[in-house]
């Protein structure tokens, strides 16, 4: 019962307040963009759910409140990964994916499994700098016009007045009322391609190149941060539109309005109490050693990720980071191992466990037009900014589904990744004319489906390679 299928949409201009939500209100966010799947998106409700519980807590006991970590176990496809971070999106956490499987490529010397603590704290940083952003971004603006209007008229250090007009007289000077007209016009757009000459920050990237400089970055160390303040920035004169300048300056404006200190603790405590982590691939690390495997370091990775999972200090760019109440979610497909195959330390740290259900026709035929991002629309999106109108009957659909869940029957199954394939193939020739088409309402039938992809069912080795 099934997944979400497609990229991204525009979001609802209102957005649900989490604190607000209640676990069943939850689960009709998730039922937007992913179809069935039922009790995974029950346990993820109320793992977000008793993050804002714990909130409400005396801080002495939602200390001792852990997240109950969940392990999801179903095959690819089948939208694990779309729950998390539709999850993660609706609580507006910091979120990162990572496969399990990274920390034993090369022998297991290349990646540390604290880098995801890292990288979960940078983009916790991004968000919370562009929430800053946006709180002062009406006085950035309002810097901003103020500084491009003295850049296109001076001001003056003295005015020599010879004799008062009627209008000076009541305390309008020409140079105000010359900055006004500037003013509306710079508002109106009409200055927009106006060139200016004004003072900008040297970006050009850095001469030396630090060997290990990857090592350094991965420990936590920002030679940025290290040297930036012995090293002042260069400043330039550039010519820009005032339209350019004006963005430059907003940004530069927002920099300097925020308070960088405040943001990072913002940002620490933002992943400390509210981050998620999604391992995908658990079962690609799961089993013991022997004497012989190749794969010896799949439990070594289990027992360095055991400490971060249980809760750790981890030393980032921005400082230490506990990950005590980070909420991981593991998933594999276990086709091979099973759960039971992890350390017994690490099956204790992920209490919860949903089982994903295989994908049906039905779920299939629904992933297909129900999300508020389907693949269908979106082709229907995309074919409309060339006039042509595309229009999938409902046999069309079903024929869809039914050759998907034979195909992934029949060779891999990819589960409703599998669409993707299909249409594309489906699709191939009205995406390549596009516009030059004569015949601008596109219906795709049963019958045309049929005709553009039987071929490719009916041939086992020619479907091995396209589909």
Do not use: C, W
Not at 2 to 8: D, V
Not at 272 to 278: E, K, M
Not at 391 to 409: H, P, V
């Amino acid at each position: 019962m099934a997944i979400y299928l497609g990229g991204e949409t525009k979001e609802a201009a209102v957005k649900p307040k989490l604190d607000e939500l209640t676990p069943r209100q939850i689960v009709e966010e998730l039922d937007k963009y992913v179809v069935g799947q039922k009790d995974a998106k029950r346990a993820v409700a109320v793992a977000l759910r008793n993050r804002v519980r714990r909130h409400r807590l005396p801080a002495e006991i939602a200390q001792d409140v852990l997240p109950k970590n969940i392990l999801m176990i179903g095959s690819t496809g089948v939208g694990k990964t779309e729950i998390a971070r539709r999850l993660a999106r609706l609580a507006d956490s910091p979120f990162i994916k990572i496969e399990a499987s990274k920390f034993t490529e090369v022998g297991y010397v290349g990646r540390d499994v604290e880098s995801m603590i890292r990288e979960l704290t940078d983009v916790a940083i991004d968000m919370t700098k562009q929430a800053a952003y946006e709180s002062v971004k009406a006085q950035a603006e309002a810097n901003a016009e103020e500084m491009i209007l003295d850049i296109l008229l001076p001001p003056t250090a003295l005015h020599y007045q010879t004799q008062p007009d009627a209008d000076d007289a009541i305390g309008d000077p020409p140079q105000n009322r010359t900055r006004e007209k500037l003013r509306d016009q710079f508002r109106r757009g009409e200055l927009d391609d106006r060139m200016i000459e004004m003072e900008t920050q040297d970006r050009s990237p850095a001469t030396i190149d630090f060997v290990g400089g990857q090592g350094m970055e991965e420990m936590g160390v920002n030679l940025k941060d290290m040297f930036g303040n012995i090293f002042p920035s260069k400043t330039v004169r550039r010519k820009l539109r005032v339209a350019d300048a004006r963005s430059y300056l907003i940004r530069e404006q927002q920099e300097n309005l925020i308070d960088m200190e405040q943001v990072t603790r913002s940002a620490i405590d933002r992943t400390q109490n509210a981050g998620i982590i999604f391992l995908d691939e658990i079962d690609k690390v799961a089993g013991r050693e022997s004497g012989g495997n190749p794969d010896v370091s799949r439990e070594g990775v289990q027992r360095d990720l055991l400490p971060i999972v249980e809760g750790t200090n981890v030393n980032t760019r921005y400082g230490m980071v506990s990950t005590e109440h980070i909420l991981f979610i593991a998933a594999g497909a276990f086709h091979v191992a099973k759960p039971s195959d992890l350390i017994p330390e690490l099956q204790g740290r992920f209490p919860i466990r949903v089982e994903l259900e295989a994908l049906t026709v039905d779920d299939l035929k629904r992933i297909l037009t129900q999300p508020k991002n389907s693949l269908i629309k979106q082709y229907q999106e995309l074919l409309s900014t060339e006039g042509i109108k595309l229009d999938f009957t409902d046999d069309a659909i079903s024929k869809l589904a039914e050759m998907t869940a034979e195909l992934n029957r029949s060779t891999e199954n990819i589960g409703a990744r599998r669409l993707h394939t299909l249409l594309e193939k489906l699709l191939e020739e009205i995406s390549f004319l596009g516009g030059e088409l004569d015949e601008k309402t596109q219906s795709i039938t049963s019958e045309y489906v049929e005709a553009k992809l039987s071929s490719l069912i009916k041939d086992q080795d020619l479907r091995q390679y396209i589909l």
